[in-house]
């Protein structure tokens, strides 16, 4: 370890979180491998740690016999003085060795709120920001993860991004990393050929022009690179990597536990949601193989909880089977389950048994909408009578407490929607009078609302975000109209979403403003600790970019989209319909019981969606 860090270690919070030596981690001869590789995850080790995804590719990336995988996080505001002070760069965890001996750089962006803290990490490695100013090769800096859907805002910084699933697209593009090195290629000659790998998108090779009005006029592929970029995913779930020898942390993090992800997509279609769309198609896992790998997991870890992971868990359709699968080894072991993401239109008694076996956890129910016009409007296919059986349901087998989050915001809202949601909580709260097991411990219903945001390839991304005035009038009547005392309300705030719905929508002018945030002193935006929005909004004045262009304009169907370039296999004259159909408040199936047409299907190359 470093003499330095040695000295600084004693004075931060946490400090095995800086540390590496965990159990499980992946340890090379730096001298026996082509590639060494700096998986950086841009926010905190407890949150990066939580993520499955990239427990599964640092695994996948380290299956390469020439590649050594190392993780790299953010550090907190204390780590990150010291490290400043005392003039050391940040280096990866397994080696302790700085990032700036690595031939690549990936990041995973799931979020926009991180993309300062892209740049703060970039910049602690000694790396210049942008991608013109990184002529040489290597050391590459690519990324992905969800904001990969609309790459504009990060792409004068990316060398080039992975749209979609990376299990077996990261390993494509390594391998191609390799031969360019040993090659010794031009980093040009390396991203034209690396824009030929189905999934890879670089930004350098497109050019964006624009009208008067500062829409996109045009984009226009180069240098051989195609003009759609489609997602990968992967196909057969079953046969994908699952590491089940994960790291264990050193010290705690958000999720402590085993993680199971049953499937991939929705069959739901909400129209707000942008994760049911660019995670299409549905792909299942089936149960005698997660059994397998849970227990495996948890032999190899010695968690003592294990959570069922996917954007709707109880339309997971063998979840009994797995449950019980699942059950027969937890329960003996004291070890608990829990199901995140259920549906109060399929919540059953029979669940509910289940996950009260060893210890019950919190329920929590996505409603959405105030009302059955606008549920209908958003397609969320859930009633009143649905909450209200499945209240029934949990409060007669002694729950005593419910969440239920709701959007504000959303388009065709009315106030009548919006006292709907006190109603609800009024009809709740008198179900719980009338079926708790157990009324002596009294009855806690917590109401959360959040800001629609647009984004990007769903059927409500033309729309227009209501102002920050509009969401806290809204909150004010939701909150005047609430009464019960056993009800409580929450909201996020309004300043955070709108500055996430411009970087959303963005195109590649926003990026100017992302780095005079950062050079502004701006890092970790996803925490209220650091979020500044005057700070923001100084830069976008400063850098000419007006907030309300991005996030409070609606956009016209035919408008051409700064993310139009990629492809996330979702056809847009679907997206189109839907859009249509929000303002009949008409729904559309689940696409189980009947497809829509979306167009996904043809990612499965002659397989069929959840085969």
């Given at each position: 370890?470093?003499?330095r860090?040695?000295?600084?270690?004693?004075?931060?919070?946490?400090?095995?979180?800086?540390t590496?030596?965990e159990?499980?981690?992946?340890?090379?001869?730096?001298?026996a491998?082509?590639?060494?590789?700096?998986?950086?995850?841009?926010?905190t080790?407890?949150?990066?740690?939580s993520?499955?995804g990239?427990?599964?590719?640092?695994?996948?990336?380290?299956?390469?016999?020439?590649v050594?995988?190392?993780?790299?996080?953010a550090?907190?505001?204390?780590?990150y003085a010291?490290?400043?002070?005392?003039g050391?760069?940040?280096?990866?965890l397994?080696?302790?060795?700085p990032?700036?001996?690595?031939?690549?750089?990936?990041?995973?962006?799931?979020?926009?709120?991180?993309?300062?803290?892209?740049?703060?990490?970039?910049?602690?490695?000694?790396?210049?920001?942008?991608?013109?100013?990184?002529?040489?090769l290597?050391?590459?800096?690519?990324a992905g993860?969800?904001?990969a859907?609309?790459?504009?805002?990060?792409?004068?910084?990316?060398?080039?991004f992975?749209?979609?699933?990376?299990?077996?697209?990261?390993?494509?593009?390594?391998?191609?990393l390799?031969?360019?090195?040993?090659?010794?290629?031009?980093?040009?000659?390396?991203?034209?050929?690396?824009?030929?790998?189905?999934?890879?998108?670089?930004?350098?090779?497109?050019?964006?022009s624009?009208?008067?009005d500062g829409?996109?006029?045009?984009?226009?592929?180069?240098?051989?690179?195609?003009?759609?970029v489609?997602?990968?995913?992967?196909?057969?779930?079953?046969?994908?990597?699952?590491p089940?020898?994960?790291?264990?942390?050193?010290?705690?993090?958000?999720?402590?536990?085993?993680?199971?992800?049953?499937?991939?997509?929705?069959?739901r279609g909400?129209?707000?949601?942008?994760?049911?769309?660019?995670?299409?198609?549905?792909?299942?896992?089936?149960?005698?193989?997660?059994?397998?790998?849970?227990?495996?997991?948890?032999k190899?870890?010695?968690?003592?909880?294990?959570?069922?992971?996917?954007?709707?868990?109880?339309d997971?359709?063998p979840?009994?089977?797995?449950?019980?699968g699942?059950?027969?080894?937890?329960e003996?072991?004291?070890?608990?389950?829990?199901?995140?993401?259920?549906?109060?239109d399929?919540f059953s008694?029979?669940?509910?048994?289940k996950?009260?076996?060893?210890?019950?956890?919190?329920?929590?129910f996505?409603?959405?909408?105030?009302?059955q016009?606008?549920r209908?409007?958003i397609?969320?296919n859930?009633?009143?009578?649905?909450?209200?059986?499945?209240?029934?349901?949990?409060?007669a087998?002694?729950?005593?407490?419910?969440?239920?989050?709701?959007?504000?915001g959303?388009?065709?809202?009315t106030?009548?929607d919006?006292?709907?949601?006190?109603?609800?909580?009024?009809?709740?709260l008198?179900c719980?009078?009338?079926?708790a097991?157990?009324k002596?411990?009294?009855?806690?219903?917590?109401?959360?609302t959040?800001?629609?945001?647009?984004?990007?390839?769903?059927?409500?991304?033309?729309?227009?975000?209501?102002?920050?005035?509009?969401?806290l009038r809204?909150?004010?009547?939701?909150?005047?109209?609430?009464?019960?005392?056993?009800v409580?309300?929450?909201?996020?705030?309004?300043e955070?979403?709108?500055?996430e719905?411009?970087?959303?929508?963005?195109?590649?002018?926003?990026?100017?403003?992302?780095?005079?945030?950062?050079?502004?002193?701006g890092?970790?935006?996803?925490?209220?600790?650091?979020?500044?929005?005057?700070?923001?909004m100084?830069?976008?004045?400063?850098?000419?970019?007006?907030?309300?262009?991005?996030?409070?304009r609606?956009?016209?169907?035919d408008?051409?989209?700064?993310?139009?370039m990629?492809?996330?296999?979702?056809?847009?004259?679907?997206?189109?319909?839907?859009?249509?159909?929000a303002?009949?408040?008409?729904?559309?199936?689940?696409?189980?019981?009947?497809?829509?047409?979306?167009?996904?299907?043809?990612?499965l190359?002659?397989r069929?969606?959840?085969?």
């Open positions: 370890m470093d003499k860090l040695r000295r600084i270690l004693p004075r931060v919070q946490k400090p095995a979180r800086y590496g030596g159990v499980n981690q992946i340890l090379k001869d730096k001298t491998v082509d590639l060494r590789l700096a998986f950086c995850f841009p926010d080790y407890e949150i990066g740690m993520n499955l990239m427990s599964i590719l640092y695994h996948t990336m380290n299956s390469l016999p020439f050594w995988c190392e993780r790299c996080f550090p907190w505001g204390d780590m010291e490290m400043k002070r005392e050391v760069p940040l280096y990866a397994e080696s302790g060795d990032l700036s001996d690595f031939d690549a750089l990936a990041f995973s962006i799931g979020y926009e709120m991180a993309y300062t803290t892209v740049l703060d990490m970039l910049d602690m490695a000694g790396l210049p920001l942008r991608t013109a100013d990184r002529p040489d290597l050391p590459l800096v690519f993860g969800t904001a859907v609309n790459a504009e805002p990060m792409a004068p910084f990316i060398d080039l992975v749209v979609g699933e990376g299990e077996e697209m990261n390993n494509e593009l390594l391998t191609l390799r031969e360019a090195k040993l090659g010794g290629w031009q980093k040009r000659e390396f991203l034209a050929r690396a824009a030929q790998i189905p999934g890879v998108y670089v930004p350098s090779l497109y050019e964006i624009y009208h008067e829409t996109v006029a045009a984009i226009t592929p180069r240098d051989g690179a195609p003009e759609k489609v997602k990968r995913i992967v196909e057969d779930l079953d046969a994908a990597p699952y089940t020898k994960p790291i264990v942390p050193s010290t705690e993090v958000v999720h402590d536990r085993v993680s199971l992800e049953l499937f991939r997509g929705c069959v909400c129209r707000f949601c942008q994760a049911g769309y660019v995670y299409r198609p549905i792909r299942a896992k089936k149960p005698e193989t997660l059994i397998r790998q849970g227990i495996e997991t948890l190899n870890t010695g968690y003592q909880d294990v959570t069922l992971l996917s954007l709707s868990t109880s997971y359709r979840l009994p089977e797995l449950c019980d699942l059950l027969d080894y937890c003996p072991r004291s070890i608990g389950l829990s199901l995140p993401s259920l549906r109060a399929n008694m029979e669940i509910m048994e996950l009260q076996k060893v210890r019950k956890s919190g329920l929590t996505a409603v959405e909408g105030g009302s016009r606008l209908d409007a397609n969320k859930v009633t009143e009578e649905d909450l209200l059986n499945t209240c029934r349901i949990a409060f087998g002694g729950w005593n407490s419910v969440k239920l989050y709701y959007m504000l959303l388009p065709t809202e106030d009548e919006i006292v709907g949601i006190a109603k609800m909580a009024d009809a709740v008198h719980w009078r009338l079926y097991k157990n002596n411990r009294g009855v806690k219903i917590t109401i959360s959040s800001c629609f945001i647009p984004k990007p390839h769903s059927p409500f991304q033309w729309e227009a975000q209501i102002s920050i005035e509009e969401y809204r909150v004010n009547l939701l909150r005047s109209s609430i009464t019960a005392r056993n409580t309300y929450n909201w996020h705030d309004a955070t979403s709108l500055i719905a411009v970087l959303s929508r963005g195109d590649r002018r926003v990026a100017d403003a992302i780095e005079a945030v950062w050079r502004d002193g890092r970790l935006d996803a925490w209220t600790d650091y979020f500044s929005f005057e700070r923001w100084k830069a976008f004045a400063a850098t000419g970019i007006d907030p309300a262009f991005y996030a409070g609606e956009r016209p169907s408008e051409l989209l700064p993310w139009d990629i492809d996330v296999g979702v056809r847009k004259a679907h997206l189109v319909r839907e859009r249509e159909r303002y009949r408040s008409e729904l559309t199936p689940d696409c189980r019981h009947q497809c829509a047409a979306c167009g996904a299907a043809k990612l190359h002659g069929n969606c959840d085969e």
